[in-house]
């Protein structure tokens, strides 16, 4: 059995009690004594604090490992999720950056390296964060974006990995009897998702601790910003701490940790940023023919899809140049999904010139870089999905055309939005009654550009 791509997750996040930049350091020393890649998500802020403190220990041991970003303040309102709930995807994407930009550079800046991407903190998550990350030419982790079998994926024009593995370690370090029967559950988590049937890109997301928990009886977030709480920081007040002499047994237990990972000749121990090097490659070219197949394919089963390399936004694009200017093969587009819902057309056929007509009014939209909600084919408006199906009928040659009446996303969708409807209420930071309904339906819409990722070698 081939080894698992295996990334050692710790998420960095404490920005209220500076003892949590000890447990930081030696975290990271240790993994490094054993050889061993670690992969830290930083919260800016955090960073920026280290710097203030004079901490170069600290960041020359993260340094040593892979970095990523954890948002620049975290559990502080507003969250991620909470930016994106009134807002559409492309206004999402503007308003996520507006908060992190600045704690992104200088996480960059004072970390004298780039950043590899953006992981989720606690469960908030937004499409708008994996688009923002697709512009920005780098990843998602933690992200709520999966297909079976599948657990890395492309998505709003980014690669997510999908929180798929084993953790639950934070809060036992301190104890040899947690810590012991927590690994022994862990061992069987493990046999059970290595068995597990898989295909493509995969990972797994081994969570070795967030710093804090080891050391702390609490998380530092729950006992300041619990329900949509947000006192000013003169309030803010670090969690419990263990007995510092526990320090010891945390140690010796977390260098056991490692120990058995190192010895594990199932996973290959690689930093995300292998991970994101070895699964972001994608196909450059589809060849005439093989649009003409994937349009058989839409024509038979007479609906919105994607392929094993082409998202369905692409392949809209791909059925429009080959309408309107035919060549041998053509470069892979990128476009986003609609910024609205497409509307239900009445049911009705079309002349097949008409349809490849309005194939230029897609591709003029998408010169904007998302996709229209529905398009005008001889003076009915027709939504997005029930014309990609009309239009690979016409690419077949067949002289009347038609679509379903309501087809406004791929059926994937329905359970990518589901995973993340039950995962956003549940944190503990998030206030209760948040209304999902817009950030559902653009998670929905941007599945317009979900496909699963490979390996460089399979394309």
Same mark, same amino acid.
């Given at each position: 059995m081939a080894c698992l791509p295996t990334a050692l997750c710790f998420d960095v996040e404490d920005i209220v009690d500076p003892q949590s930049d000890d447990v930081a350091l030696w975290t990271a020393e240790i993994l490094a004594e054993y050889g061993l890649t670690?992969? !830290?998500?930083? *919260?800016?802020?955090?960073?920026?604090?280290? =710097?203030? &403190?004079? %901490?170069?220990?600290?960041?020359?041991?993260?340094? &040593?490992? +892979?970095?990523?970003? +954890?948002?620049?303040?975290?559990? *502080?309102?507003?969250?991620?999720?909470?930016?994106?709930?009134?807002?559409? $995807?492309?206004?999402?994407? /503007?308003?996520?950056?507006? @908060? /992190?930009?600045?704690?992104?550079?200088?996480?960059? %800046?004072?970390?004298?390296?780039?950043?590899?991407?953006?992981?989720?903190?606690?469960?908030?998550?937004?499409?708008?964060?994996?688009?923002?990350?697709?512009?920005?030419? @780098?990843?998602?982790?933690?992200?709520?974006?999966?297909?079976?079998?599948?657990?890395?994926?492309?998505?709003?024009?980014?690669?997510?990995? $999908?929180? =798929?593995?084993?953790?639950?370690?934070?809060?036992?370090?301190? =104890? =040899?009897?947690?810590?012991? %029967? #927590?690994?022994?559950?862990?061992?069987?988590?493990?046999?059970?998702?290595?068995?597990?049937? @898989?295909?493509?890109?995969?990972?797994?997301?081994?969570?070795?601790? +967030?710093?804090? &928990? *080891?050391? +702390?009886?609490?998380?530092?977030?729950?006992?300041? !910003?619990?329900?949509?709480?947000?006192?000013?920081?003169?309030?803010?007040?670090?969690?419990? #701490?263990?007995?510092?002499?526990?320090?010891?047994?945390?140690?010796?237990?977390?260098?056991h940790l490692c120990e058995l990972l190192r010895a594990d000749s199932r996973l290959e121990i690689v930093g995300w940023g292998e991970l994101? %090097? &070895?699964?972001?490659?994608?196909?450059? $070219?589809?060849?005439?023919?093989?649009?003409?197949?994937?349009?058989?394919?839409?024509?038979?089963? #007479? #609906?919105?899809? $994607?392929? /094993?390399? !082409?998202t369905a936004g692409e392949i809209l694009l791909l059925l429009c140049r080959a309408a309107t200017d035919p060549h041998e093969r053509y470069p892979r587009p990128t476009v986003y999904g609609p910024l609205t819902t497409p509307p239900p057309t009445a049911a009705s056929s079309w002349n097949a010139d008409a349809v490849r007509d309005a194939a230029h009014a897609i591709l003029r939209a998408a010169e904007g870089d998302y996709l229209p909600a529905a398009v005008d084919v001889a003076g009915q408006p027709v939504g997005v999905g029930t014309y990609f199906v009309a239009l690979a009928e016409a690419i077949l040659g067949r002289d009347r055309v038609s679509g379903p009446p309501d087809a406004p996303y791929p059926p994937e969708a329905e359970g990518v939005a589901r995973d993340v409807a039950r995962a956003l209420p549940d944190w503990i930071i998030h206030p209760p009654g948040m209304d999902l309904t817009l950030l559902l339906e653009q998670t929905r819409l941007q599945c317009w550009t979900l496909k699963p990722a490979w390996t460089r070698d399979a394309l």
């Open positions: 670690g992969s !830290f998500m930083l *919260v800016g802020e955090r960073v920026r604090q280290w =710097d203030r &403190r004079g %901490r170069r220990d600290v960041i020359e041991a993260l340094k &040593r490992h +892979h970095l990523a970003y +954890h948002t620049t303040w975290h559990s *502080v309102p507003p969250t991620t999720t909470e930016i994106c709930l009134d807002k559409d $995807f492309a206004q999402g994407m /503007d308003a996520l950056w507006e @908060r /992190d930009r600045q704690g992104w550079a200088d996480a960059e %800046r004072i970390l004298g390296r780039p950043l590899l991407g953006w992981a989720r903190s606690g469960s908030s998550w937004a499409p708008s964060l994996m688009g923002l990350m697709g512009r920005l030419g @780098r990843g998602n982790a933690y992200s709520y974006v999966r297909l079976p079998g599948h657990n890395v994926c492309w998505y709003a024009n980014c690669l997510g990995f $999908f929180s =798929d593995g084993i953790g639950g370690f934070d809060g036992t370090y301190y =104890d =040899d009897e947690l810590f012991e %029967r #927590r690994l022994a559950e862990a061992r069987q988590e493990l046999d059970d998702f290595l068995q597990a049937p @898989r295909q493509g890109a995969a990972w797994l997301c081994f969570f070795m601790c +967030h710093p804090t &928990r *080891v050391t +702390h009886t609490e998380f530092w977030d729950a006992a300041n !910003f619990a329900a949509g709480a947000n006192p000013p920081p003169s309030e803010w007040k670090p969690a419990p #701490r263990h007995d510092p002499s526990r320090v010891p047994v945390m140690q010796k237990n977390y260098r994101l %090097r &070895r699964y972001d490659g994608q196909r450059a $070219f589809a060849s005439q023919t093989e649009v003409r197949e994937i349009a058989q394919r839409i024509a038979d089963e #007479r #609906r919105v899809l $994607f392929t /094993d390399h !082409f």
